[in-house]
């Protein structure tokens, strides 16, 4: 676990697009912070750079008090979960979120312990000796997560992982999610475009337009004071 912090974090693409400009954020050991805004708005491209997956123009990350801007995505012990994931087809749900622990050489009943703590808080339990195919949509991505965190991660970042989903689902991992970080707490940096998802989630929201962060703070506190009308019209809020 650690602390995320921005500093002025910047991402000019090649084609010279500000895809993200001047990003401060400061994120505790533990919270659980939403990043939401429209499409474009440069959510993934922010996730991304603390992933070390796109490359920080300018400004400083840092994750657990050290610089990060040029440290390879393997030596962050970071770990992400994508709108589309792809499982193993031929193996287990169990040897799915084993996967990174046998590449990393743990001991079977260290592997055993950790894949079964995760499926006992992703409700997978029952579903350990299957294959995905076998499954429903929210349970693969249910897998996918829990892939994710069996190494116990620094932090944890999600990009839109409900978004393939239906909606009833979507709304059921809701829980799924939240109990998940409530259960590791694990600093955990979420990406959605959906309002309801952003304000029933997390710890605190961010919400950015343009590349630019509009306002940062617990739901309520931005639905009762939007910092603009950005902010207000986006949310929902009655101000
Ligand atoms: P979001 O995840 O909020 O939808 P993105 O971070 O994907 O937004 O994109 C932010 C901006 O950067 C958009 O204008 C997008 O077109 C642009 N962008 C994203 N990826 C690239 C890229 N590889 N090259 C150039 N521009 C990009
Ligand atoms: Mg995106």
Do not use: E, I, W, Y
């Given at each position: 676990m650690a602390e995320i912090v921005l500093d002025q974090v910047t991402k000019r693409y090649p084609d010279g697009s500000?895809?993200?400009?001047?990003v401060d954020l400061e994120i505790a050991d533990g919270e659980f912070v939403i990043l939401v805004g429209?499409?474009?708005?440069?959510k993934s491209t922010t996730l991304n750079m603390i992933a070390g997956l796109e490359d920080i123009s300018a400004g400083e990350l840092r994750i657990g008090g050290e610089?990060?801007?040029?440290?390879?995505p393997k030596d962050r012990d970071i770990a992400m979960v994508f709108q589309s994931y792809a499982l193993y087809?031929?193996?287990?749900v169990f040897e799915n979120m084993a996967f990174p622990l046998r590449l990393a050489k743990v001991p079977d009943a260290e592997v055993r312990a950790k894949v079964e703590e995760a499926a006992r808080v992703l409700d997978l339990t029952a579903h350990l000796?299957?294959?995905?195919?076998?499954?429903?949509g929210g349970q693969r991505q249910r897998v996918a997560m829990g892939r994710a965190i069996v190494r116990s991660p620094k932090a944890f970042l999600m990009d839109e992982?409900?978004?393939?989903?239906?909606a009833k689902l979507r709304v059921q991992m809701r829980t799924s999610v939240s109990k998940l970080q409530k259960r590791l707490g694990t600093t955990t940096v979420y990406v959605t475009h959906d309002q309801t998802e952003a304000m029933t989630l997390g710890d605190r929201v961010v919400v950015m337009r343009g590349g630019v962060v509009q306002q940062v703070g617990p739901p309520q506190h931005l639905y009762e004071h939007p910092a603009n009308l950005f902010v207000a019209g986006f949310i929902g809020s009655p101000a």
């Open positions: 500000l895809a993200v400009d001047g429209p499409s474009g708005c440069g610089r990060m801007n040029d440290r390879a087809p031929h193996k287990t000796t299957r294959k995905p195919a076998n499954l429903s992982p409900l978004s393939n989903l239906d």
